[in-house]
């Protein structure tokens, strides 16, 4: 019917790696491949899945440690076990502004506006990299065109209100109003894009 928002990941290092810049992390990976330990919440989940594709973009080899749950992920983080997680920025922007971990950059095209002092992974050293969740409004197959379309006319005027704007940022998203057309077009691609991806990384 139409896709709702967007919201960035966080690609996220512990205090102790001594890198200041999302390319010196770069350069630490493909200096010493499969020496940097990455955190997600679980196998073939998006904070896996997202961190393979960066992990290719950037042409590095990582070590990943699925846990149940990207909260004890955080903990190692900051404990020393672990030395990177991709999570949303809305779920890791307290622990960066205290100082507990470092927020290399956020994969979105445009910077966060939950986080405007982080560069985009583009700005800092992946020239081109984008990775952002969608979230949209889908029906059952075979719903008449013309009640797509009038949900799909309602579903942006809704986008285009004050008050949900300000959840949506407040959560770190972005509204994204679209046709029916534009979201199909985004779910096909998403299709092909992760599946290229777990084909070609041999994700089980």
């Known amino acids: 019917i139409g896709t709702i928002a967007t919201t960035p990941f966080a690609v996220v290092v512990n205090n102790d790696l001594k890198v200041n810049n999302l390319a010196e992390f770069i350069a630490m990976a493909k200096a010493k491949p499969k020496s940097i330990n990455y955190g997600t919440a679980g196998i073939g989940g998006v904070n896996h899945l997202g961190t393979e594709l960066f992990a290719s973009a950037a042409k590095i080899q990582l070590v990943h440690v699925p846990y149940k749950g990207i909260g004890p992920a955080f903990t190692d983080l900051m404990g020393g076990s672990l030395q990177m997680v991709l999570p949303s920025v809305a779920s890791v922007i307290e622990h960066i502004r205290a100082g507990k971990m470092h927020g290399l950059a956020v994969t979105s095209?445009?910077?966060?506006?939950?986080?405007?002092?982080?560069?985009?992974?583009?700005?800092?050293?992946?020239?081109?990299?984008?990775?952002?969740?969608?979230?949209?409004?889908?029906?059952?197959?075979?719903?008449?065109?013309?009640?797509?379309k009038r949900l799909n006319s309602e579903l942006n005027t809704i986008l285009a209100m004050p008050d949900v704007k300000a959840t949506l940022a407040h959560e770190g998203s972005v509204p994204q109003p679209s046709t029916p057309e534009e979201f199909a077009l985004l779910v096909r691609s998403e299709i092909d894009r992760w599946s290229r991806l777990i084909k070609d990384n041999n994700i089980q």
């Open 109 to 148: 095209a445009a910077r966060s506006p939950l986080a405007p002092e982080i560069p985009t992974a583009s700005e800092a050293g992946l020239p081109g990299f984008r990775l952002e969740v969608w979230f949209g409004l889908l029906g059952p197959a075979k719903m008449p065109p013309a009640i797509v």
